[in-house]
């Protein structure tokens, strides 16, 4: 079944009791003034400096919102307070709980765009998410010729004018998915990542090399948060137990 023909469920979901579990969250940034103070204050010093660096106040308290989510949504799989959880950054940036903390084996990933945010976890697994808003106020040939390998460009080339945005934007968002699970940053060469031949569901991205290439050992999938939106995880292994929940703890 296609997730978007899927309904994000609004209970709170159970625990992940299984290697192949994976949990995806969906969460509105648009929040109250009282909800906003409350997640503010599980921040730690180094998020709430992080945020001020956005130049728009939009974007620092949706920054904010998103990270207040996340520490909730990750102290109640480990029955810990959110102020109480610490982070640490891979040289990429990309956060994981603080190895020294003793729970390090849930893993997870977090991406937001304009209104929405995304947030995925599972144990001991490489997990990868993103999300973009679909824009026509980009150049994108121009990004496509810098980042897109020949198949994706010729892809994009043919389809409709009318559609463009919206596969330009899917198969970014299966980049940066797969790019985020295997830990590495802007310098991976993203051109050399092939991600458009979707089979069924999933797809396993082609890595090129020269006239060779070989399929990642990284499974891809689409997501649909909602109209106008792209979204897509990447996660190790192809035979996972993927549940969708929308935020409402």
């Not at 299984?18 to 599980?42: C, K, Q």
């Not at 295997?182 to 089979?199: A, H, K, R, T, Y």
């Not at 006239?211 to 891809?220: A, F, G, Q, R, T």
């Amino acid at each position: 079944m296609r997730t978007e023909q899927l309904q994000w469920c609004t209970k709170i979901p159970g625990e992940l009791i299984n290697s192949n579990g994976v949990h995806v969250w969906r969460a509105f940034l648009d929040v109250s003034t009282d909800e906003f103070e409350r997640l503010s204050r599980f921040l730690s010093a180094d998020e709430l400096a992080r945020a001020r660096r956005f130049h728009f106040e939009s974007d620092q308290k949706r920054f904010i919102i998103a990270r207040g989510i996340l520490r909730k949504i990750l102290g109640r799989y480990l029955g810990w307070s959110p102020d109480k959880l610490r982070f640490e950054y891979t040289s990429h940036g990309k956060p994981m709980l603080a190895t020294d903390a003793g729970n390090d084996n849930l893993c997870f990933n977090l991406s937001h765009s304009a209104a929405f945010a995304l947030y995925a976890v599972t144990y001991n697994k490489k997990i990868g998410i993103d999300i973009e808003r679909l824009r026509d106020d980009v150049a994108l040939g121009q990004i496509a010729q810098n980042f897109f390998s020949q198949g994706e460009i010729n892809s994009l080339e043919k389809i409709n004018k009318n559609k463009r945005a919206g596969l330009f934007f899917q198969y970014w968002t299966r980049k940066e998915a797969f790019v985020k699970a295997m830990g590495e940053g802007i310098s991976f060469p993203m051109n050399q990542c092939d991600v458009s031949l979707l089979n069924g569901n999933f797809l396993s991205p082609v890595i090129l090399s020269g006239e060779n290439s070989e399929s990642s050992c990284l499974h891809v999938q689409d997501l649909f948060p909602g109209d106008g939106y792209a979204a897509a995880i990447a996660t190790e292994g192809g035979d996972l137990d993927i549940s969708w929940w929308h935020y409402s703890l």
